[in-house]
C-alpha cells in the first residue's frame, strides 16, 4: 500500500533562517506531487506540484522554493524565512485518480 | 481564474440533525469533485468524491449531489454525531485533468 511521510512534524525557526521540509511517497511509483500551505483557521493554499522529477510548477510568487530530487521525493525550501510564513505545511500525492492524499503535516512558527 | 466557492464558513447543529455544506465552481470543464474532512491539527482525510457523469452518491450518513449546469454540489451529513465536528473542504479539479482548486471550507460544529 502507499504511505506518504513528512517531517519534521513541527519546527520553530527565526525569522531570516533557511528552511528544508521533506516529504517522500512509498509504494507508488512517478507520482503527482504537492506542497500545500494552510494558515491558522484558513484554507489550503496550493504553492507547488510537480509531475516528475526536476519538474516544478509554481502556484504564488513568494520566498519559497520546491525541488524533487528524485522520483519520491518532494523538498520544500527556503534560503531567509519570514513571519508570513509560519503556518501548516501540508505534502499531498495523487496517481492516475484525481485525488489527494496528504501527509500529516509540518507546523511551521516563524519567531 | 478558476474559482471555488464555498458556504457557509461555519455552521452549527445540534446532534441528530442534518448538515449540508455547498460548492459553487467557475469551470465548466471541471469532471471531479471531492470531499475533505480535516479534524484539528491533522492532515485533511477524503470523506466521499463525485464525478461529473453521476448526479448523487451516497456512503452511510454522507451524500454529495452535483448539479453539473448550475455548477454546483453539496455535501449531506444525516443523523449528525459529535465527531462529525471538523472543517470540511469542497474542490473541483481545474479543467478536466487539472490540479484540484480548494474551497475556503466549512467548520462544522455538532452539539451534543
Known amino acids: 500500500s502507499q504511505t506518504i511521510h513528512q517531517w519534521p512534524a513541527t519546527l520553530v525557526q527565526p525569522v531570516g533562517s533557511p528552511l528544508s521540509l521533506e516529504c517522500t511517497v512509498e509504494?507508488?511509483?512517478?507520482?503527482?506531487l504537492y506542497w500545500y500551505r494552510q494558515a491558522a483557521g484558513r484554507g489550503l493554499q496550493l504553492l507547488f506540484y510537480?509531475?516528475?522529477?526536476?519538474?516544478i510548477s509554481s502556484e504564488v510568487p513568494q520566498n519559497l522554493s520546491a525541488s524533487r530530487p528524485q522520483d519520491r521525493q518532494f523538498i520544500l525550501s527556503s534560503k531567509k524565512l519570514l513571519l508570513s510564513d509560519s503556518g501548516f505545511y501540508l505534502c499531498?500525492?495523487?496517481?492516475?485518480?484525481?485525488?489527494?492524499?496528504f501527509g500529516n503535516g509540518t507546523r511551521l512558527t516563524v519567531t | 481564474g478558476e474559482n471555488v466557492e464555498q458556504h457557509p464558513s461555519t455552521l452549527s447543529v445540534q446532534e441528530g440533525d442534518s448538515a449540508v455544506i455547498k460548492c459553487t465552481y467557475s469551470?465548466?470543464?471541471?469532471?471531479?469533485f471531492p470531499w475533505y474532512k480535516q479534524e484539528l491539527g491533522k492532515r485533511p482525510q477524503l470523506i466521499i468524491d463525485?464525478?461529473?457523469?453521476?448526479g448523487e452518491k451516497k456512503d452511510q450518513r454522507i451524500a454529495v449531489t452535483l448539479n453539473k449546469t448550475a455548477k454546483h454540489f453539496s455535501l449531506h451529513i444525516t443523523e449528525t454525531q459529535p465527531e462529525d465536528s471538523a472543517v470540511y473542504f469542497c474542490?473541483?479539479?481545474?479543467?478536466?485533468?487539472?490540479?484540484?482548486?480548494f474551497g475556503k471550507g466549512t467548520k462544522l460544529s455538532v452539539k451534543p
Open positions: 474542490a473541483a479539479t481545474r479543467g478536466s485533468q487539472g490540479n484540484l482548486i
Open positions: 510537480s509531475v516528475g522529477i526536476g519538474q
Open positions: 463525485i464525478r461529473s457523469n453521476v
Open positions: 499531498a500525492w495523487s496517481g492516475t485518480a484525481a485525488y489527494l492524499h
Open positions: 509504494g507508488t511509483s512517478n507520482p503527482n
Open positions: 469551470d465548466s470543464a471541471s469532471n471531479y
